[in-house]
Structure formats: C-alpha cells, structure tokens
C-alpha cells in the first residue's frame, strides 16, 4: 500500500498540562497573558517529545519551577473548531511547597499572574470545555482512576 492508498487518519494537536493543588483542595490557575481566560500550566508537545516531558518542560519555561509530576489523570479528545482535532493530557503535580510557590517566576512571559481555584469557582475562570476537563481530572485524582474523556466528559 502507497501513500497515496492510505486511509485517511487523525493527526491532532497534542497537549499536556499540570494539576498542582493547595491543602485545601483548590487547583493552582495560571493566566496566559495571550488568552482571555485561565488555564493550567501546560502547553503543546514537540515533535519527538512525550506528553510527560512536555508538561515537565512547560512547568519549568512557565513558572520557573523544576518537579516531578504523578500519574496521567485524563486524556481528553477535544477537537476545537478553528483548532481541529486535539488530544489534551492532564496529569497530577501534587502539591507545592510555600517555598516553591514563592518561587514561581513567570520566565518566559506567557503568564501574567497565579492563583488556587476551587472546584466550584472554576466556571468563572475558562470556557466550559476547559471546566468540564478539569473537574474530570479532579474526580480522576479523587478516585485514584485515570480517565478518558470526549469534550471534557468522562466516559
């Protein structure tokens, strides 16, 4: 079979971003300084690169912060109409430390500011996709089960 003879096949964006939570819960939101709402730290894979390293190297080139990260909570099919087909990896960064948060440093300049959210607050912070993903990746984390999800929707 040629090229040419192949079926079609998906070839989607991939991202992965971090889940790091306060003791109370509430989940750590960054504000892009190019979006007009909130969002984890995370951003695009690279070519060659896996979805964990990538999360890896945007925590370190968003926040300045070097850690470790914990299991995959999700992975969302989320295509995106001007975007086209997506597959988005949430995993857990578990909690930081007073001194590790005094450290975040917005080094590259994609974020303006930090804050923790909780759970019922998120819908005032980003799209509803974006809601639906994340409190899918929360129910992921409290049950200790990862999760697929389409559009945010555990199935």
């Not at 992965?16 to 007009?36: C, I, Q």
């Not at 300045?64 to 597959?87: N, Q, S």
Request: with cysteine; hydrophobic share 40%.
């Amino acid at each position: 079979m040629t090229a040419n003879e192949m079926p079609p096949m998906a070839t989607p964006r991939v991202a992965a971003g971090a889940l790091f939570f306060d003791n109370e819960g509430r989940v750590l939101l960054v504000r892009p300084s190019y979006k007009t709402h909130w969002d984890i730290p995370g951003g695009y894979v690279e070519p060659g690169e896996s979805p964990r390293t990538a999360c890896m190297r945007e925590i370190e080139e968003e926040l300045g912060l070097t850690t470790a990260l914990g299991p995959m909570l999700v992975v969302d099919w989320a295509p995106a109409e001007h975007e086209g087909d997506k597959l988005l990896f949430i995993f857990d960064a578990g909690s930081l430390t007073t001194e590790q948060e005094r450290a975040i440093r917005f080094a590259d300049g994609e974020l303006t500011e930090w804050r923790y959210v909780a759970a019922d607050g998120l819908d005032h912070h980003g799209p509803p996709r974006l809601t639906r993903r994340l409190r899918t990746a929360i129910a992921a984390r409290n049950s200790s089960n990862a999760t697929y999800a389409e559009h945010g929707n555990a199935l």
